[in-house]
Nanobody, 122 residues
Framework: QVQLVESGGGLVQAGGSLRLSCAASGSIFSINAMGWYRQAPGKQRELVADITSRGRTNYADSVKGRFTISRDNAKNTVYLQMNSLKPEDTAVYYC????????????????WGQGTQVTVSS
């Protein structure tokens, strides 16, 4: 069984910072990419940032220059450092693991975490 567990969400004032963590546990051989998505009330889930196993990153335009995604492959953990937070960053943040293989020969699957709430007050 594979689980993704997020942590680090909370309430912060505008201009503040938070660091999210997401650890994948269980029987894992490899993970292709890991990423962060967010979903605000009444809106669709959107990609915030993702990172490949080789460290190539991709960011939504709305967070470029403010958020930094990083990854510890040995720990199967992905981080999201969020600086200069704005009220419009308020959402439930979800991490995902794409192309996760449990063994060398197994097919790959995608997994999601349960989400962590980030609230930015003005």
């Amino acid at each position: 069984q594979v689980q993704l567990v997020e942590s680090g969400g909370g309430l912060v004032q505008a201009g503040g910072s938070l660091r999210l963590s997401c650890a994948a546990s269980g029987s894992i051989f490899s993970i292709n990419a890991m990423g962060w998505y967010r979903q605000a009330p009444g809106k669709q889930r959107e990609l915030v940032a993702d990172i490949t196993s080789r460290g190539r990153t991709n960011y939504a335009d709305s967070v470029k220059g403010r958020f930094t995604i990083s990854r510890d492959n040995a720990k199967n953990t992905v981080y999201l450092q969020m600086n200069s937070l704005k009220p419009e960053d308020t959402a439930v943040y979800y991490c995902d693991a794409r192309g996760l293989k449990r063994t060398y020969t197994s097919l790959s699957s995608d997994y999601w975490g349960q989400g962590t709430q980030v609230t930015v007050s003005s």
